[in-house]
């Protein structure tokens, strides 16, 4: 079991950056793939990005290449996203989850303990 706490989410202008964090309880983290899942209004739950165990493979959604970057520190429970160059359809509740395989995981439904989420909000 993992309990799942995000924050850092927020309302900011496009072309903005805000850095997610998501921390996690239990001895098993470092064992766990994670990701980023959002949820834009009117719209399915969607895959952002992903992390490896040990984060040396990560993988990320199209909308999200080259401007997010997902991270984690196994001794601090902790793994963010880093997103920069925020568009208006980056708009939704940003979802922290844990994966108990340990290889990145693209589909939504793979993720087996969510967080509660952030809502981030980008003005035009």
């Known amino acids: 079991q993992v309990q799942l706490v995000e924050s850092g989410g927020g309302l900011v202008q496009a072309g903005g950056s805000l850095r997610l964090s998501c921390a996690a309880s239990g001895r098993a983290f470092s064992k766990y793939a994670m990701g980023w899942l959002r949820r834009a209004p009117g719209k399915e739950r969607e895959f952002v990005a992903g992390i490896s165990w040990s984060g040396g493979s990560t993988e990320y959604a199209d909308s999200a290449k080259g401007r997010f970057t997902i991270s984690r520190d196994n001794a601090k429970n902790t793994v963010w996203l880093q997103m920069n160059s925020l568009k208006p359809e980056d708009t939704a509740v940003y979802y922290c989850?844990?994966?108990?395989?340990?290889?990145?995981?693209?589909?939504?439904?793979?993720?087996?303990?969510w967080g509660q989420g952030t809502q981030v909000t980008v003005s035009s």
């Open positions: 989850a844990a994966d108990r395989n340990p290889w990145v995981e693209t589909g939504v439904n793979e993720y087996d303990w």
